[in-house]
């Protein structure tokens, strides 16, 4: 089980039980009159030395961290554990200590990658820690 920390109220999920009221399906591109925004998720990992997990996909030059959109219905937690699965074949419910904590990190703005100017990425991170 993880204990997720998500504003004052501790929740808990395994991976076959998810008790999180958080919001769900949120869109992952929201239009504004000056800026488009694309909506994602991110899950920062650092290990006991200090070090952050980045992945980068095969003819790509940049790095990226763990995380995407939300499925319809899904929950912050819920897209995290599949987007983790499917990027790296990392299955956080087997793989990470059963006292881990995954608790919010902040929400970051930036110019998207590669795509045209005003299109800005909003991050939404959170961060396992080892309890």
């Known amino acids: 089980n993880f204990v997720i920390n998500h504003s004052t109220t501790p929740l808990r999920t395994s991976a076959r039980h998810h008790s999180i009221s958080q919001s769900m399906s949120t869109p992952s591109i929201i239009n504004t009159d000056e ?3 694309i909506d994602k998720l991110a899950l920062i990992l650092i290990n006991s030395e200090n070090k952050q997990l980045v992945a980068r996909s095969f003819g790509k030059t940049v790095f990226y961290t763990p995380g995407g959109k939300r499925e319809k219905g899904e929950s912050d937690v819920e897209a995290l554990m599949r987007e983790c699965k499917e990027e ?6 087997t793989t990470a200590p ?29 961060r396992m820690v080892p309890r």
Request: net charge negative; glycine share 8%.
């Open 88 to 93: 790296l074949a990392v299955d956080l419910c």
């Open 98 to 126: 059963s006292t881990s904590t995954i608790e919010p990190y902040g929400t970051f703005e930036a110019q998207a990658h590669g795509k045209p100017e005003g299109t800005m990425v909003r991050m939404t991170c959170f």
């Open 35 to 37: 800026k488009t925004y």
